[in-house]
């Protein structure tokens, strides 16, 4: 149980191009999607939380204009990395928290990540 | 001070040999304890999660949590070589659902 889907597991584009990676959740319903980002040898940097139906909430430093992220549905969540740049040039990975209530958080379970390269 | 710090450096266990990771954070309203393994190039991948403050096993892992110390710790018995990754500690606080990530522990299982 507790799967996450991600999508595409790699990217290699022109500078410039917009590029789209989608999350979902195939085995259960997240309200809360989160995306990270992580730098060779760093570890995870916490970009947004995606919450579905309403606007996501981004970490400072982030732009948000420049990583959009729609959550449209309990399954689905969408980062967009607008006019990417060689310095946008990442591992992107999402997740997904199982919910289910209780006083404390549950895990957070995560997609395969996309290996984003931008020439 | 950094919300969670792993401060050891890889660690090189034999195969069979307890490997030991330890993790501590600065916010006491941490409630939820979370111990993640990523394969280099990978995503990582839930080991262990803990709540309360004692030990909880699951198979060959146990997490051991100290809230009045404010350290996690994780236990790996019979280290075999599917175990060499990196270890991270998660942390989060409750009704926060964000979780704060320690930079990692490399482990390497030695044959």
């Known amino acids: ?119 | 001070q950094k919300e969670v710090e792993q401060n050891s450096g890889p660690l090189s266990v034999p195969e069979g040999a307890i490997a030991s990771l330890n993790c501590t954070y600065s916010d006491r309203g941490s409630q939820s304890f979370f111990w993640y393994r990523q394969y280099s190039g990978k995503s990582p991948e839930l080991i262990m999660f803990i709540y309360s403050n004692g030990d909880k096993e699951d198979g060959r892992f146990t997490a051991q949590l100290n809230k009045a110390s404010q350290y996690v710790s994780l236990l790996i018995r019979d280290s075999q070589p599917s175990d060499s990754a990196t270890y991270l500690c998660a942390v989060a606080t409750y009704g926060n659902n964000r979780l704060a990530f320690g930079k990692g522990n490399q482990v390497v299982v030695i044959p």
């Open chain 1, 1 to 119: 149980g507790a799967v996450v889907s991600q999508h595409p597991s790699r990217v290699i584009c022109k500078s410039g191009t917009s590029v789209k990676i989608e999350c979902r959740s195939l085995d259960f319903q997240a309200t809360t999607m989160f995306w990270y980002r992580q730098f060779p040898k760093q570890s995870l940097m916490l970009m947004a939380t995606s919450n579905e139906g309403s606007k996501a909430t981004y970490e400072q430093g982030v732009e948000k204009d420049k990583f959009l992220i729609n959550h449209a549905s309990l399954t689905l969540s969408t980062l967009t990395v607008t006019s990417a740049h060689p310095e946008d040039s990442s591992f992107y990975i999402c997740s997904a928290e199982t919910g289910g209530g209780g006083y404390s958080n549950q895990p957070q379970h995560f997609g395969d990540g996309t290996r984003l390269s931008i020439l």
